[in-house]
C-alpha cells in the first residue's frame, strides 16, 4: 500500500509541474484477490488521495486524473454505481477539507450528464477553489479527449458567429476546453500495463513525456511515482526542436 511517509523527492527539484495519471487496474487487482471489481475501486480511490498528497509535498502543482471516460457507461449498471459514490464521497470530502487544505480541484468533463447532486458538489468546488492558489488536483469525470475538442469547437464556431471571438490560434482554442487555463501535463503516467492513451487529454499532452508501468493502480505508491519522475527527469524535451 503506498505510504505517503516515504517521500524521496524533494519539493521542487525537476519536479513536473502537472501530472496526469490514468487510473488502470483497479478490477485487475481485485479479481487477483477474489475481490468484487468495485472493491479495486475502493482501494484506488485511496490510492489517488494518498498520491494527491504527495503530489502536493513534493511540489507538483497539477495533478489530473482520469478517473470516468465517456465509455465507462458501458460498465455494468452496479460498476458505475460505485464508482460514482466514490466520486461523490470524494468531492464531499473535498468541499468539507479544501477550504483548510488550501486545494483547488476542479472536475474536468461533460458534467451535463452527472446527477444534480454530483452538478451541485462540482460547482461548490469550484467556487471555494476559486478563492485560492496552490496545488490543484483535477478529476475528469464524465470525459472523452475528442467529446472535449468537439465540445470548444462548438462553443467556439457559437462565439464566432456571434462576432465575440477572433481568429482561432492554438492559444485561444485551449482556452474552449474543459482544460481552459491550466498548463499543459509534462508527464503523462499510465499504471495498469497498457500503452495507450484511451482519449486521454488528446490536445493537452503534445509534448508530454510518457511512462507506462505494469503496476496495478491501486498497489501505485509514492515510491512509483518517484520513479516516473526520476524517468522524467532524464528525458531530453525538445518540443520539436534542437538543443
Ligand atoms: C480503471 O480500472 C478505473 C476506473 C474506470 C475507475 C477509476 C475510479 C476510481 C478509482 C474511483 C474514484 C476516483 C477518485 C479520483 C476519487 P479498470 O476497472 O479498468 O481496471 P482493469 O483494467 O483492471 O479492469
Known amino acids: 500500500m503506498a505510504n505517503t511517509n516515504n517521500k524521496t523527492n524533494t519539493p521542487g527539484e ?23 471489481r468495485t472493491a479495486g475501486h475502493a482501494v484506488g480511490a485511496e490510492t489517488f488521495r494518498k498520491i494527491a498528497t504527495y503530489c502536493k509535498d513534493i511540489g507538483v502543482d497539477y495533478l489530473t486524473v482520469y478517473a470516468f471516460s465517456t465509455e465507462n457507461w458501458k460498465r455494468p449498471p452496479a460498476e458505475v454505481r460505485t ?3 466514490l466520486l461523490n464521497r470524494y468531492l464531499q470530502e473535498a468541499v468539507d477539507t479544501m477550504e483548510r487544505d488550501h486545494i483547488r480541484m476542479k472536475v474536468l468533463g461533460d458534467i451535463s450528464a452527472l446527477s444534480e447532486e454530483q452538478r ?14 496552490g ?36 492559444e485561444r482554442f485551449g482556452g474552449y476546453l474543459y482544460s481552459a487555463g491550466i498548463p499543459d501535463p ?19 499532452c503534445a509534448y ?20 516516473a519522475i ?12 534542437v538543443k
Open 14 to 36: 525537476g519536479i513536473p509541474r502537472h501530472i496526469a495519471i490514468i487510473l488502470d487496474g483497479n478490477g485487475r487487482w481485485a479479481k487477483k484477490r477474489g475481490l468484487p
Open 83 to 85: 464508482i460514482m459514490a
Open 120 to 133: 451541485a458538489l462540482v460547482a461548490k468546488t469550484e467556487e471555494i477553489s476559486s478563492h485560492y492558489e
Open 135 to 170: 496545488f490543484q488536483a483535477n478529476i475528469c469525470i464524465n470525459y472523452g479527449g475528442r467529446d472535449e475538442i468537439l465540445h470548444a469547437a462548438r462553443r467556439y464556431a457559437e462565439d464566432f458567429a456571434a462576432g465575440k471571438a477572433d481568429a482561432l490560434t492554438e
Open 186 to 204: 509534462d508527464l503523462l503516467i499510465r499504471p495498469g500495463g497498457e500503452q495507450r492513451l484511451s482519449n486521454f487529454l488528446l490536445w493537452q
Open 208 to 227: 508530454a513525456e510518457f511512462y507506462f508501468t505494469d503496476v496495478l493502480w491501486p498497489d501505485f505508491g509514492p515510491e512509483e511515482l518517484d520513479r
Open 230 to 241: 526520476e524517468a522524467y527527469r532524464r528525458r531530453d524535451r525538445r518540443y520539436g526542436g
